[in-house]
């Protein structure tokens, strides 16, 4: 990619205006300086052909980054009913919009939740998130619990601390997969957050 289509690219990004206003010019100045460059003649050709390649790369990799960053990959759904009435909706593809971990002690799992776009619909409007449908498989895969209620803890900065409790299950090697989060906010209706979660924790002797 040449540093013109590159420029082209980056102007498509989503991304702060500030911010792009900032990589574009700096685009526009590599691009004086080459031309500038080319006009001389020189003895290092080879240096004068890597250097203008490997600063595409760089920015480009960069701009991949901001790009990736800047995008969101969740989306919302209608639940329409048998006779066409929009009853609801959910939320879909949010698996990149929310980092998990877990944690096992004394029996406990402790799962950390946190939101990446907090300021942004429909995190925003939650007071309290919380896990609904989650496995917990062995290291053979064999599932060992599972369940679809929703366990809920209050938000704090973007955060959720999920206490779920491990009965039954003996100490050892164990992955949870998580495939919706709930969401809610005072009185109203939990929003569903639907996508694909996985982490391994170590529950140990007691």
């Known amino acids: 990619m040449d540093m013109i289509n590159l420029k082209n690219a980056l102007e498509k990004i989503e991304m702060p205006q500030a911010m792009?206003?900032?990589?574009?010019?700096?685009?526009?100045?590599?691009?004086?300086?080459?031309?500038?460059?080319?006009?001389?003649?020189?003895n290092t050709y080879r240096s004068q052909k890597?250097?203008?390649?490997?600063?595409?790369?760089?920015?480009?990799?960069?701009?991949?980054?901001?790009?990736?960053?800047?995008?969101?990959?969740?989306?919302?759904?209608?639940?329409?009913?048998?006779?066409g009435a929009v009853t609801g909706s959910v939320y879909e593809q949010a698996s990149e919009e929310i980092e998990v971990t877990a944690f096992a002690d004394g029996g406990t799992l402790t799962v950390s939740a946190t939101l990446l776009l907090p300021g942004e619909p429909p995190y925003c409007f939650f007071e309290t998130f919380g896990?609904?449908?989650?496995?917990?498989?062995?290291?053979?895969?064999?599932?060992?619990?599972?369940?679809?209620?929703?366990?809920?803890?209050?938000?704090?900065?973007?955060?959720a601390s999920i206490q779920i409790p491990l009965e039954g299950i003996k100490p050892g090697d164990y992955r949870l997969l998580i495939r919706q989060f709930a969401g809610s906010a005072k009185a109203d209706q939990p929003l569903t957050i639907n996508g694909i979660w996985e982490c391994n924790f170590t529950l140990s002797r007691l």
């Open 131 to 159: 896990v609904q449908s989650f496995q917990i498989t062995d290291g053979d895969g064999k599932v060992v619990m599972e369940q679809k209620d929703p366990v809920f803890s209050r938000l704090e900065d973007g955060k």
């Open 50 to 83: 890597w250097i203008p390649a490997a600063f595409s790369l760089s920015l480009f990799l960069m701009l991949s980054i901001v790009g990736t960053a800047a995008v969101r990959t969740g989306f919302f759904k209608n639940i329409t009913r048998w006779d």
């Open 20 to 42: 792009q206003e900032r990589i574009v010019r700096n685009c526009n100045e590599q691009l004086h300086n080459r031309e500038e460059h080319t006009m001389k003649k020189s």
